[in-house]
T-cell receptor, first 113, second 116 residues
Framework: GENVEQHPSTLSVQEGDSAVIKCTYS??????FPWYKQELGKRPQLIID?????GEKKDQRIAVTLNKTAKHFSLHITETQPEDSAVYFC????????????FGTGTRLTIIP | DGGITQSPKYLFRKEGQNVTLSCEQN?????MYWYRQDPGQGLRLIYY???????QKGDIAEGYSVSREKKESFPLTVTSAQKNPTAFYLC???????????????FGSGTQLSVL
């Protein structure tokens, strides 16, 4: 089955700086990669996703890059703000296959004012 | 509450007892999922259902059971066979995507289960 590794487990960034979270996956058949944000005491929410037919996707201050050859994908947050503080989860799945999302272990991001 | 309601918010289980966690959605979503969240382990899939009267085991189904008799409801039973049930349980549903049913997950607010 799929195995997703996520690094780092914790990350502290000065407000205004950029944050990068990296994930690797094991199943070369995986072709869908979402990122979820979970604020303290709240439910996870989808913030961005990418499919394997593109290498990069951007939504305002958030971007995701995908390297299929190396089987890794990354979340980039620019101009970080205090409200970006949360736990971020990456995930991977094989669409048109078993369609089970496998999540990474999460990164706790803290923005330092 | 985002269209997905989980109850109760907190639940306590005695040893040898089965308990059922409720998950109801009014979003008309076909697919529903149960995840278990433990500190430092992310979210792990217990069971999922892509259509009424059908469900599939996830990665950690042992000690759990589900039913999907109605589109709106996907209850999870934690049986006495689950020896380490203390965790935060999240239910989710998803709209049929262009490609697959596991995209755009909408999560409930979760149930914290603890063992007495």
């Amino acid at each position: 089955g799929e195995n997703v590794e996520q690094h780092p487990s914790t990350l502290s960034v000065q407000e205004g700086d950029s944050a990068v979270i990296k994930c690797t996956y094991s199943d070369s058949a995986s072709n869908y990669f979402p990122w979820y944000k979970q604020e303290l005491g709240k439910r996870p929410q989808l913030i961005i996703d990418i499919r394997s037919n593109v290498g990069e996707k951007k939504d305002q201050r958030i971007a995701v890059t995908l390297n299929k050859t190396a089987k890794h994908f990354s979340l980039h947050i620019t101009e970080t703000q205090p409200e970006d503080s949360a736990v971020y989860f990456c995930a991977a799945s094989e669409n048109f296959g078993n369609e089970k999302l496998t999540f990474g272990t999460g990164t706790r991001l803290t923005i330092i004012p | 509450d985002g269209g997905i309601t989980q109850s109760p918010k907190y639940l306590f289980r005695k040893e040898g007892q089965n308990v059922t966690l409720s998950c109801e959605q009014n979003l008309n979503h076909d697919a529903m999922y149960w995840y278990r969240q433990d500190p430092g382990q992310g979210l792990r899939l217990i069971y999922y259902s892509q259509i009424v009267n059908d469900f599939q085991k996830g990665d950690i189904a042992e000690g759990y059971s589900v039913s999907r008799e109605k589109k709106e409801s996907f209850p999870l039973t934690v049986t006495s066979a689950q020896k380490n049930p203390t965790a935060f349980y999240l239910c989710a549903s998803s709209i049929p995507g262009v490609y697959a049913t596991n995209e755009k997950l909408f999560f409930g607010s979760g149930t914290q289960l603890s063992v007495l």
